[in-house]
C-alpha cells in the first residue's frame, strides 16, 4: 500500500489578479492626454483656469498629434541642413527641435483660443503649427497659423450675415471671364465663366471669389487681377511655396535650384484670404470674443518672427555703403559758405559755432530789407 501510493500535492485555488486589475484602473494617460493636462495647467497659471468641453479637450489631443509631426520634421530638416553647412562652428543649429525645447507657456495660449473657436489641425488645410527658434530664450516658440480653410471657418463663423455659398476661382489665359456689376438694369451682381480647354488651360491672368447671400442684392464679386495677387506676395516668398530660385547647400557648396513650388495653390490660398477677409465679409462685433481678438494679436506676432527670420538670415551680408560718390573727373561738392559767425563742418554739414547773441541797448532796428513807415516796421514784399 505504501509502495502505491502517491505523494499529492494540493494546488492552491485560484485568487483574483487583484494587481492586474488595479494596473488596468491606474492605467497612465497616454502622450495626447498629459499634454492635454499639461496645457490646462499652464493655461491656469497665466490666464486662469477655464473650463473646455469634451469636444475642445478632443480638438487639443489632436493637436498634440499634429504639432508633435511638425517638431519631428522640422527636427529631420534641422539635421539636413546642418549636415549640408559648410562651417558646421559658424552656421550649424545645436538646439534639437523638441517637446523638451518648447515654449510650451505660450503654446498653451494658443492650443486652448484656437481650441474654443473650433479650428481642428486634423482637418486639411486648418491650422498649422510653425516652429520658429528663439534665440534669447534657446526655446521654440510653436505658433498655430489658420490656412485657408480654417480662415474660411473663422470667416463664416464671426460674420455679421453668413454666406449661404462662396465660390472662388483661378482664371486662365484661356478661359471665359466676363464680370456682370450692378447697373441701372442689372439689381444683382454676377459673372459668366467658362473653361474652354480644361487640360491647357495656359497661365494664371488672375482669380475672382463670388460671395452668395440669402438676399441676392447683397451678393459681391470680389476680382483680383495676377497683380493684385503679386502684390500680396510675402517680399522674401519661400520658393518651396512660390516656386523660383532657392539656395541649396550640397557636399559643403552653396548651389542654385529651380523649383516649380506649390504657386497655383499659393495663388488660390491669396485669393481666398481676400474674399474671406473683414472687407468684403465684415465681422459681428457681437460674436467677438477673448479667443478671436488673440488670434489677431497672434497673427501680428507671426509676421514679426517671419520679419525676424529674414533679418536673421541675411544678418551677416555685405553692409552697403549708402555715402554718395561723385563721377569720376568731378569735383567733391562742397556745401555752400556759411553766414558770418558761423563754422560748419564740411564733412557732416554740423554746426559746430554760434556767433554770440547780441545784446539790444536801445530802440529795436528794422530788419534788412524792412521798411519804417509812421513808426510800424513792415516786411518788404516780392520784387516782382
Given amino acids: 500500500m505504501a509502495a502505491n501510493q502517491r505523494t499529492q500535492t494540493t494546488t492552491p485555488a485560484p485568487q483574483p489578479q487583484t494587481g492586474a486589475l488595479q494596473t488596468q484602473g491606474e492605467q497612465k494617460p497616454n502622450m495626447s492626454e498629459r499634454f492635454t493636462s499639461k496645457v490646462m495647467m499652464e493655461f491656469g497659471s497665466s490666464v486662469g483656469a477655464i473650463q473646455v468641453t469634451d469636444y475642445q479637450r478632443q480638438l487639443i489631443q489632436g493637436y498634440f498629434v499634429a504639432i508633435d509631426r511638425a517638431l519631428k520634421a522640422a527636427e529631420e530638416e534641422r539635421l539636413r541642413k546642418n549636415a549640408n553647412n559648410r562651417d558646421h562652428e559658424k552656421y550649424d543649429n545645436p538646439l534639437p527641435v523638441t517637446w523638451e525645447n518648447v515654449n510650451l507657456n505660450d503654446l498653451a495660449l494658443d492650443v486652448v483660443h484656437y481650441a474654443r473657436m473650433g479650428l481642428d489641425m ?16 534657446q526655446k521654440y516658440d510653436v505658433n498655430l497659423m489658420p490656412g485657408y480653410n480654417g480662415i474660411q471657418y473663422i470667416a463664416e463663423k464671426y460674420a455679421l450675415e453668413t454666406p449661404v455659398a462662396v465660390t472662388i476661382e483661378l482664371v486662365y489665359s484661356t478661359d471665359t471671364f466676363r464680370p456682370i ?194 513808426g510800424q516796421t513792415t516786411i518788404g514784399g516780392p520784387s516782382f
Wanted: aromatic share 10%; hydrophobic share 35%.
Fill in 122 to 137: 486634423m482637418q486639411k488645410n486648418h491650422l498649422f503649427a510653425i516652429p520658429f527658434k528663439n534665440n534669447k530664450m
Fill in 181 to 374: 456689376k450692378k447697373t441701372a438694369g442689372v439689381r444683382v451682381e454676377s459673372y459668366e465663366f467658362a473653361i474652354n480647354d480644361a487640360f491647357n488651360r495656359g497661365e494664371i491672368v488672375g482669380g475672382f471669389g463670388y460671395i452668395e447671400y440669402q438676399d441676392p442684392l447683397k451678393n459681391k464679386l470680389v476680382i483680383m487681377t495676377l497683380r493684385d495677387i503679386e502684390k500680396r506676395k510675402p517680399k522674401y516668398a519661400s520658393a518651396n511655396f512660390w516656386g523660383g530660385t532657392q539656395k541649396v547647400w550640397e557636399n559643403g557648396k552653396q548651389v542654385e535650384q529651380q523649383t516649380d513650388g506649390w504657386y497655383e495653390e499659393m495663388c488660390l490660398k491669396t485669393i481666398k484670404r481676400e474674399v474671406y477677409s473683414a472687407k468684403y465679409m465684415p465681422v459681428d462685433p457681437k460674436k467677438v470674443d477673448d479667443s478671436y481678438q488673440y488670434m489677431k494679436l497672434r497673427e501680428a506676432r507671426i509676421a514679426e518672427l517671419e520679419a525676424q527670420d529674414v533679418i536673421d538670415i541675411y544678418a551677416n551680408g555685405e553692409v552697403i555703403d549708402t555715402t554718395p560718390q561723385a563721377l569720376p573727373g568731378t569735383p567733391t561738392p562742397e556745401l555752400p559758405a556759411p553766414p558770418q559767425g558761423f563754422e560748419v563742418n564740411q564733412g557732416t554739414g554740423e554746426i559746430t559755432k554760434e556767433p554770440a547773441p547780441a545784446i539790444s541797448t536801445g530802440a529795436p532796428q528794422p530788419t534788412a530789407g524792412a521798411a519804417t513807415a509812421d
